[in-house]
């Protein structure tokens, strides 16, 4: 079945510095691939997307790029901030297995300091 | 943005009552309806997707005759956790998709239930 695997957290970082969060997947079809971000106290809010390989989701300074040959699609900012500070999931949909159902990885939390 | 709400966004209930989460989409018409269930330090497992108007879809290994959904309306799902018990316990979030060949949620911002 189809599977997201991301880096385990907590992630903690200083302010300004360069962020990734590792991501990988299997499917056994054409996934899209996600990224969603939530802030303490919220529910989880779409960051990125990328539909096809090669393609380079980007929103708010963060990239993911979908790379299809390591099946991977790694999260990355250039200089975080304090505002940055949240739980980050990525996710597929794997739209081949018949549905839009999205699968989740374990999420990493960020935390990002002054 | 399309915004879900959730209510309650916390409920402690004893051991063998019903518990009953609402999920509404509450500016836009919400097709197809998803709930998940978090554990600590986990990801959030599909639990069941419903499409108004008809039944749910349950994942493998989930209880249907526990976890009633309902999908009236194309505004309001609804997750009743029948006779819960203490490992019913958990962070329940819902999502939306305004349509079924979308790959776009919204999603509510989660209900932590605790069952003594």
């Known amino acids: 079945g189809d599977s997201v695997t991301q880096m385990e957290g907590p992630v903690t970082l200083s302010e300004e510095a360069f962020l990734t969060i590792n991501c990988t997947y299997t499917?056994?079809?054409?996934?899209?691939l996600f990224w969603y971000v939530q802030y303490p106290g919220e529910g989880l809010q779409l960051l990125l997307k990328?539909?096809?390989?090669?393609d380079k989701g980007s929103n708010k300074g963060f990239e993911a790029t979908y790379r299809k040959e390591t099946t991977s699609f790694h999260l990355e900012k250039g200089s975080v901030q304090v505002s940055d500070s949240a739980v980050y999931f990525c996710a597929l949909s794997d739209s081949g297995a018949g549905s839009y159902q999205l699968t989740f990885g374990k999420g990493t939390k960020l935390s990002v300091i002054p | 943005g399309a915004v879900v709400s959730q209510h309650p966004s916390w409920v402690i209930c004893k051991s063998g009552t019903s518990v009953k989460i609402e999920c509404r989409s509450l500016?836009?018409?919400?097709?197809?309806m998803f709930w998940y269930r978090q554990f600590p330090k986990q990801s959030l497992m599909l639990m069941a997707t419903?499409?108004?108007?008809?039944?749910?879809?349950?994942e493998q290994g989930v209880e249907k005759d526990k976890f009633l959904i309902n999908h009236a309306s194309l505004t309001l799902s609804t997750l009743t956790v029948t006779s819960a018990h203490p490992e019913d316990s958990s962070f329940y979030i819902c999502?939306?998709?305004?349509?079924?060949?979308?790959?776009?949620?919204?999603f509510g911002p989660g209900t932590r239930l605790t069952v003594l």
């Open positions: 990328a539909t096809k390989a090669d």
């Open positions: 499917a056994t079809g054409y996934p899209s």
């Open positions: 999502s939306a998709s305004p349509d079924r060949a979308s790959d776009t949620q919204y």
């Open positions: 419903s499409n108004e108007g008809s039944k749910a879809t349950y």
């Open positions: 500016d836009f018409q919400a097709t197809t």
